[in-house]
């Protein structure tokens, strides 16, 4: 018989897509579907409008940053307000900070009440991807267990309540100076829990044996080490780290590229300068470039326009493609498709930082944000990043980084070094299994 798996809610928010793009990773687990509660059957107008200002903010000022001198000076405001402390030295952090008052201001004057109402119909574990979701089941006396997962490798005060002590929160920490960050902040270490950041299942495999995961590493080191400097050295140790007899003699794609804008488009030029500049590649059919622009039709239009003004529109699906769908539930399919075949993923340090335990080497394009600096921190201290050089001249020092073996190194280092289970782990922890989390030690401190 088979065994009967604990199901939760899974809630989100829809700004941007680094609260979505864990949740999806976490839908096997959801009663129905994933909830966003920004925008669920029902939500009250006043709740909409709220959220909605919320997410037009946040998007405002992601794009107006490109503007010198005023567009910086607005989001370096913005940021302050939700700054992350240093960590040294280690101090009681525990005041509330302004964007935690604001919150908690706003939620006592009714909102989320009709969200977690509706819930406590039938109280179930709450999975809560954004910490203004768990503050509210809080608040609103939310009668199942909550789980907050936070997605990125520091967090910031907001996301612990006004007194942690006395709070039921559980918290999911993707890496270690999360779980001791929450410390700080005063969360007691009975609702801290290090699991790693959940990742897709159809990237890693059924289980914990990750085989799909391997099965893609093995060909993706092949394209990312041409003259073979990494693999002669390190062959043993990779066939040992993937299970295998022997290497594959050849990958089974092209050498792929892909970079991936942020929900709300930000940095776009960047693509546009790739496909300009990998262009002869591009024609002589020696590499492949992927470019993400998820469901934003804005930005598929302007990767569409520059590819066809390099001469490449007839290119098109084949060496360069363009990611876009209509909803944000058929772009997490298919990105997470087109991972699978992807060598390089070139991005801002997002959530998808911490994609790099799929193997993946990260050329880091400049942070947007206090939290980004520290995901770029992290990738930089596990070997698995990189910061991109001029993307003007990416067809130079992207063949010195391929000629040296040094991207198969940093795929290896992602691998070997940022935690792999985390979506297996909140499975146990949801079952209310936490002796059954698997964490792989690592070198890194972070």
Same mark, same amino acid.
């Given at each position: ?12 928010v829809?700004m ?8 999806y990773?976490l839908r ?16 009250p107008?006043n ?58 201001a706003?939620?006592?004057k009714?909102?989320?009440?009709? =969200? ?8 179930? +574990? $709450?999975?809560? %991807? *954004? ?5 509210? /089941? ?34 999911c ?8 960050r ?21 990237n ?18 092949i394209?990312l080490?041409?003259?073979r ?14 299970h =295998? ?8 794609? +092209? $050498?792929t590229? %892909? *970079? ?5 488009? /930000? ?13 002869q ?15 934003n039709?804005e930005?598929?239009?302007y ?6 003004k ?10 360069v493609?363009?990611?876009f ?31 790099t335990?799929?193997?993946l080497?990260i ?20 070997d698995a ?6 993307p003007d ?11 040296s ?9 992602g691998?070997?070094?940022?935690f792999?289970?985390?979506?297996f782990?909140?499975?146990r ?16 401190p972070?």
């Amino acid at each position: 018989m088979p065994i009967k798996k604990t199901k939760a809610y899974v809630v989100a928010v829809t700004m941007g897509y680094g609260h979505l793009r864990p949740a999806y990773n976490l839908r096997h687990l959801a009663v129905g579907s994933v909830i966003s509660a920004d925008n669920y059957k029902g939500i009250p107008e006043n709740d909409r409008k709220t959220w909605e200002k919320l997410r037009k903010a946040y998007e405002f000022v992601s794009r107006f940053k490109r503007i010198p001198i005023i567009g910086e000076g607005l989001f370096e405001l913005m940021d302050e307000l939700q700054e992350i402390a240093s960590f040294y030295p280690r101090r009681n952090l525990a005041r509330p900070i302004w964007q935690l008052k604001a919150t908690l201001a706003t939620i006592k004057k009714g909102w989320g009440r009709h =969200l977690i109402g509706e819930l406590n119909r039938r109280p179930l +574990p $709450l999975i809560a %991807t *954004f910490f203004t979701v768990a503050h509210m /089941a809080e608040y609103w006396g939310y009668r199942g267990p909550i789980y907050c997962i936070a997605t990125d490798t520091d967090i910031s005060r907001a996301w612990v309540p006004v007194n942690p002590s006395q709070s039921r929160i559980k918290y999911c920490a993707p890496t270690y100076r999360v779980a001791e960050r929450l410390k700080l902040y005063g969360v007691p270490p009975r609702n801290i829990f290090l699991t790693g950041f959940p990742l897709p299942k159809e990237n890693i495999g059924l289980d914990t044996d990750l085989t799909i995961l391997q099965h893609d590493l093995a060909r993706r080191i092949i394209n990312l080490d041409p003259a073979r400097r990494y693999l002669k050295v390190h062959s043993t140790h990779i066939k040992e780290r993937l299970h =295998l007899k022997r290497l594959p003699l050849q990958a089974n794609h +092209p $050498l792929t590229l %892909t *970079f991936a804008v942020g929900g709300a488009g /930000a940095q776009r030029e960047i693509g546009a300068a790739i496909v300009k500049n990998l262009r002869q590649r591009i024609i002589a059919r020696q590499m492949r470039v992927n470019l993400i622009a998820g469901i934003n039709e804005e930005v598929r239009d302007y990767f569409t326009s520059h590819i066809e003004k390099q001469g490449l529109g007839s290119a098109l699906d084949t060496a360069v493609r363009v990611l876009f769908t209509k909803t944000k539930e058929e772009y997490f399919v298919e990105f997470n498709k087109w991972l699978r075949t992807t060598d390089i993923l070139w991005t801002k340090p997002s959530e998808l930082s911490f994609y790099t335990a799929l193997g993946l080497p990260i050329i880091i394009a400049p942070p947007i944000g206090s939290q980004e600096e520290y995901n770029r921190a992290w990738l930089l201290t596990l070997d698995a990043g990189v910061p991109q050089e001029d993307p003007d001249f990416v067809s130079e020092w992207l063949s010195d980084w391929l000629r040296s073996g040094f991207l198969a190194k940093a795929a290896m280092s992602g691998y070997r070094e940022a935690f792999k289970f985390g979506t297996f782990n909140i499975e146990r922890l949801v079952e209310n299994k936490p002796e059954e989390i698997k964490i792989v030690q690592t070198v890194s401190p972070y």
